[in-house]
């Protein structure tokens, strides 16, 4: 499939290539491959050749129209917003990167940069935001196009650096994962002598326990799988509680300065709230898909609050990136070609991988 370019460049001045790419035609219809256009890059753009993309749950809904309520999918829909890959081309205004750089590119591609949040470097609660992908594009006109595809063009601001020593494919995912579960735990204070929670330990939740770890915390994941406690251990937790065991949970009651809720299915939040000690919070990073019933005198007792927490801003993802650099923290993937992305997919549902895939793009090529 090739997107109509030709007609593209009668309505706007810009210049633009084609490249290769993965995405799917309708809801129905499997990730295949298709050709796609991207801008020339201006003055203050970068082009990076993506090396690697990470494949995030979010991509699985939007690829299948499951947020068509809020966020509803424009097709052909490229995914893809965790990517890493090398600087090919930079414009004349780009100082900070340079030709054959590695580079980054999270879940943000452009925001107003003029609004409070902005100016706060807290770009991801600006009201004026464009997605990495299925959001409006106010070069090319349609909606953008993801990290599923050989190269990307993106505003330089929005572009991050990758320290040299980190694993590529497993530093995908730290672009929405890692910054994720970075972000809460920068906010709410998360450093060592601090009790922290995990509630599932999946492609967020690994994430989590790592970086509590490193910020020196007691870090206690809670999940119903007694299989995972050797992993969790492995990740960095000090303890695994069964939480479906009411006198495990039990004991733990009042002990947490703070909890990370990485659950996406339905659960109850109040036994978790019950856990915090005075002035505790607990953050969700799941976005469970029935509201959440929550008992006022859990938090009225005590001072607890409930909180929730989407990625970070530009300036905390590269301190996060720095961060991993730092400890040597990057996410446990599975590479796979972009060829077996739909069995990725079917996979993901059944939360079958530990814990992130993380594509290899060279495989576009083939």
Not at 267 to 283: A, P, W
Not at 293 to 299: I, P
Request: charged share 20%; aromatic share 6%.
């Amino acid at each position: 499939m090739t997107l109509p370019i030709e007609a593209l460049q009668e309505h706007t001045a810009i210049n633009m290539y084609k490249t290769k790419a993965y995405g799917a035609a309708a809801a129905t219809s499997s990730m295949a491959a298709l050709t796609i256009p991207r801008r020339d890059p201006g003055e203050r753009d970068v082009q990076i050749d993506v090396l690697f993309c990470g494949i995030c749950h979010s991509d699985l809904h939007q690829v299948r129209n499951e947020w068509k309520s809020v966020a509803p999918t424009v097709y052909p829909c490229v995914p893809g917003h965790e990517i890493v890959g090398r600087v090919a081309k930079v414009g004349t205004a780009v100082k900070k990167f340079k030709v054959g750089d590695l580079a980054a590119v999270g879940c943000l591609v452009d925001t107003d940069q003029t609004c409070h949040e902005c100016q706060a470097g807290l770009e991801q609660f600006c009201g004026n935001l464009t997605l990495t992908y299925n959001s409006p594009d106010k070069h090319l006109g349609g909606v953008t196009y993801g990290g599923y595809a050989e190269s990307i063009v993106v505003d330089h601001r929005f572009v991050l650096r990758i320290p040299p020593n980190l694993d590529l494919a497993g530093t995908a995912p730290l672009l929405c994962a890692g910054i994720t579960t970075y972000s809460p735990m920068r906010h709410w204070g998360v450093t060592k002598g601090k009790k922290v929670g995990v509630v599932g330990l999946g492609g967020l939740g690994h994430m989590a326990v790592k970086f509590a770890h490193a910020l020196g915390a007691h870090v206690v994941v809670f999940t119903t799988s007694p299989n995972k406690k050797d992993d969790a251990l492995r990740l960095g937790a000090d303890e695994v509680v069964i939480s479906r065991d009411a006198n495990e949970m039990k004991k733990q009651t009042g002990s947490f300065d703070f909890i990370l809720d990485a659950v996406s299915a339905d659960h109850d939040i109040n036994v978790y709230i019950e856990l915090l000690r005075r002035d505790g919070t607990i953050t969700l990073v799941g976005a469970p898909e029935k509201p959440l019933a929550v008992a006022a005198f859990g938090l009225l007792f005590g001072r607890r609050s409930l909180s929730g927490s989407p990625i970070g801003g530009i300036p905390e993802t590269q301190e996060m990136l720095d961060f991993c650099s730092a400890h040597h923290i990057t996410s446990d993937v599975e590479v796979i070609p972009i060829q077996k992305v739909n069995e990725a997919y079917d996979r993901l549902l059944k939360s079958d991988v530990k814990y992130r895939f993380s594509i290899d793009m060279a495989s576009l090529k083939t």
